[in-house]
T-cell receptor
Framework: GAVVSQHPSRVICKSGTSVKIECRSL??????MFWYRQFPKQSLMLMAT?????????EQGVEKDKFLINHASLTLSTLTVTSAHPEDSSFYIC???????????????FGPGTRLTVL | GQNIDQPTEMTATEGAIVQINCTYQ??????LFWYQQHAGEAPTFLSY??LDGLEEKGRFSSFLSRSKGYSYLLLKELQMKDSASYLC??????????WGAGTKLIIKP
């Protein structure tokens, strides 16, 4: 159980275009979804936290007008990178969180990630 | 400020045992997670500790001492497939995960 999917797994786009990444919890309803970015050989960097039906909370330094997050339902969140530039090339990972029966308050289940390359 | 420290890189031999340490200073504590991440892939859950002591799960064990702000992940009977980065993350008072930078574990034959 607790499977999270991400689509697409890999995308290459031209500078200035927008890219949408979908994150879905397949077999559970996620209380919260998280978006991370990871540059090569670095750890995960939290970009934003989103709860269904409310605005996302962005981390300091993350431009909310550039990284648009929509959390329309308990099973779907989308991240849109607007006017992408080469420096936005990175590995984007989403995760979904729910109170588990075992009592873990916020175990996060990760999607497989999306490799974005902006030319 | 909040801080998670773990070694950047470790090397071990196939079949041996390795211990990866993690120390933390956070505002509040609601548990500590260990995740495994292979290159180019998303992290996968390994263990969760919220009480002091050792949690054993097959070849992997995780230990926590809340008074010392310290945890370790113990990997036994190392296999080549265990080569990966191991991430320590602490859930703070707001249930937000604070991530360590990860420890890259290299297994040699």
């Amino acid at each position: 159980g607790a499977v999270v999917s991400q689509h697409p797994s890999r995308v290459i786009c031209k500078s200035g275009t927008s890219v949408k990444i979908e994150c879905r919890s397949l077999d559970f309803q996620a209380t919260t979804m998280f978006w991370y970015r990871q540059f090569p050989k670095q750890s995960l960097m939290l970009m934003a936290t989103s709860n269904e039906g409310s605005k996302a909370t962005y981390e300091q330094g993350v431009e909310k007008d550039k990284f648009l997050i929509n959390h329309a339902s308990l099973t779907l969140s989308t991240l849109t990178v607007t006017s992408a530039h080469p420096e936005d090339s990175s590995f984007y990972i989403c995760s979904a969180s729910v109170l588990s029966p075992s009592g873990k308050p916020n175990e996060q289940f990760f999607g497989p990630g999306t490799r974005l390359t902006v030319l | 400020g909040q801080n998670i420290d773990q070694p950047t890189e470790m090397t071990a031999t196939e079949g041996a045992i390795v211990q990866i340490n993690c120390t933390y200073q956070t505002s509040g504590f609601n548990g500590l997670f260990w995740y495994q991440q292979h290159a180019g892939e998303a992290p996968t859950f390994l263990s969760y500790n919220v009480l002091d002591g050792l949690e054993e799960k097959g070849r992997f064990s995780s230990f926590l001492s809340r008074s010392k702000g310290y945890s370790y992940l113990l990997l036994k009977e190392l296999q080549m497939k265990d080569s990966a980065s191991y991430l320590c993350a602490v859930s703070d008072s707001n249930y937000q995960l604070i991530w360590g930078a990860g420890t890259k574990l290299i297994i040699k034959p």
